[in-house]
């Protein structure tokens, strides 16, 4: 069966990029967000078995995206993903909640080993 997954980002390019490694592997993409607010409206609305998160967003960011969703979902399966590898930011995100952590750009297979790794 192939697992739902919920894309957040707010570089629309990025969803893409995200959509197309995903769904070339067999993953079905049930919605994209481009901000945490929408994240987790769209978390509610589909309950996906994964959610790839950006941690900057505007309106509300990715690890507070991440804490809500956790909070309603404490068995939700999120990665978060950025361009700045803060460790600050990673750590975080891990103690948030979050099974794992890309760094941006990212590549295809790198992308693939988190999720197998998240949803199997």
């Known amino acids: 069966m192939a697992k739902n997954i919920l894309i957040c980002d707010d570089a629309a ?3 893409m990029m995200i959509k197309d490694i995903l769904t070339k592997n067999g993953y079905t993409i049930v919605g994209e967000a481009e901000n945490g607010q929408k994240a987790v409206e769209k978390y509610n609305e589909t309950k996906p078995d994964l959610v790839m998160m950006d941690i900057t967003m505007p309106e509300m960011d990715g690890i507070q995206a991440l804490k809500k969703i956790k909070s309603t ?3 939700a399966a999120i990665i978060m993903c950025s361009a700045m590898g803060q460790q600050a930011m990673v750590i975080e995100s891990i103690q948030s909640g979050a099974k794992d952590f890309i760094v941006k750009p990212f590549q295809p297979d790198r992308v ?5 790794k998240a949803i199997g």
């Open 112 to 116: 693939l080993e988190a999720v197998k």
């Open 73 to 75: 979902d404490p068995n």
């Open 13 to 15: 390019f990025m969803r």
